[in-house]
């Protein structure tokens, strides 16, 4: 099978769309539309988002844009396992992370009947007939389920058409390793996991997918935020808490190192990001315009090798990055 995210060119990088469905603080639906709109002008094709967002609003806000976009000229991934059940009206809000109304609750169901319906429920809100990618998401706790299944039921579906790749996201490592071994994946999503500050990916999954010809997928490639900006500052975040005071120190470090060579924090680490062989694309989230034109620039002054070289020095990067680094697969000058 010929790689999904590469095939039609998904552009720079994916967006990520779970500010879309009001992750943390309620965007309007101008602004949402706005910063699809800047997403589109940079020459983003790619877009990932999934039910869990915003309780289907992500998805219904994305299928509203790509409405006046032709189908082939770009590619839609989104998720199954937590299927939506509708509960009465109420002054609830959601408890997930989304300002939204709790209008519906998550069920988890990873069956065969609960994934077709899942999905049948996402085109119905983005308004397609097909998606391009399909992730299983976070099975951690059904993975038997998931493997026989939720990956058979995806697997019917793409032979009629309506599904392109079948995948699995999550940060769980050691899921997608059991799902690569079990499933016969296309593809699979790292969270966080091959990263300036967490290689874990490239202990197993990464060369597993890499022998066995799986696609992986890199996104959360800042870390929920403390290599986001130049100089991490003391409440930056990592893995959605407040960063504990070495792995802070050590982001500072390499952000000092990035400044002496001309470059940013994040500008190292979406290069790094999309560094390894492995890796087929990256997808970066963004909640207003200016976001994803900052996330944009962030290609155009690619880091030198002698950061690189630099930051290996100092103990701030491994022996095995630093070569695939060094051989060409980040960094142009």
């Not at 060579?261 to 909640?287: E, M, Q, R, S």
Request: hydrophobic share 45%; glycine share 10%.
């Amino acid at each position: 099978m010929a790689r999904p995210l590469t095939a039609l060119g998904a552009g720079p990088f994916g967006l990520g769309c779970a500010p879309l469905g009001n992750l943390f603080r309620a965007m309007s639906d101008e602004d949402a539309e706005a910063t699809l709109e800047a997403a589109w002008a940079a020459g983003v094709r790619w877009f990932d988002t999934a039910p869990h967002y915003g309780l289907g609003l992500s998805e219904r806000r994305l299928g509203s844009f790509l409405r006046g976009k032709p189908r082939d000229e770009y590619l839609l991934s989104t998720k199954v396992g937590r299927r939506l059940e509708p509960l009465p009206l109420s002054d609830v809000r959601d408890d997930e992370g989304f300002e939204v109304p709790a209008s519906h609750r998550r069920i988890w169901d990873f069956s065969a009947e609960g994934v077709e319906k899942t999905l049948a429920g996402s085109m119905d809100r983005l308004g397609v007939e097909r998606v391009d990618i399909v992730l299983l998401h976070d099975p951690s706790d059904h993975l038997d389920r998931a493997v026989s299944e939720a990956v058979p039921a995806l697997r019917r579906l793409q032979h009629q058409g309506i599904v392109g790749a079948v995948g699995a996201g999550t940060r769980d490592l050691d899921a997608l390793e059991h799902l690569i071994d079990s499933a016969d994946l296309d593809l699979v999503m790292t969270a966080g996991r091959y990263t300036l500050l967490d290689q874990s990916a490239d202990d197993r999954l990464l060369p597993a997918c890499a022998t066995k010809g799986v696609t992986a997928v890199n996104v959360g490639v800042f870390n929920s935020g403390i290599l986001a900006t130049n100089t991490p500052p003391e409440s930056a975040t990592f893995e959605y808490a407040r960063a504990d005071p070495l792995l802070l120190a050590r982001a500072r470090a390499i952000a000092a190192i990035c400044q002496r060579h001309g470059t940013t924090l994040p500008a190292a680490a979406l290069a790094f990001a999309a560094a390894h062989p492995a890796i087929g694309a990256i997808a970066i989230g963004a909640a207003s315009p200016e976001e994803v034109r900052a996330d944009n620039a962030l290609h155009d002054d690619p880091p030198s090798r002698t950061l690189w070289l630099d930051l290996a020095a100092e103990g701030l990067l491994g022996a095995a990055a630093l070569r695939r680094l060094i051989e060409g697969h980040a960094g142009a000058r």
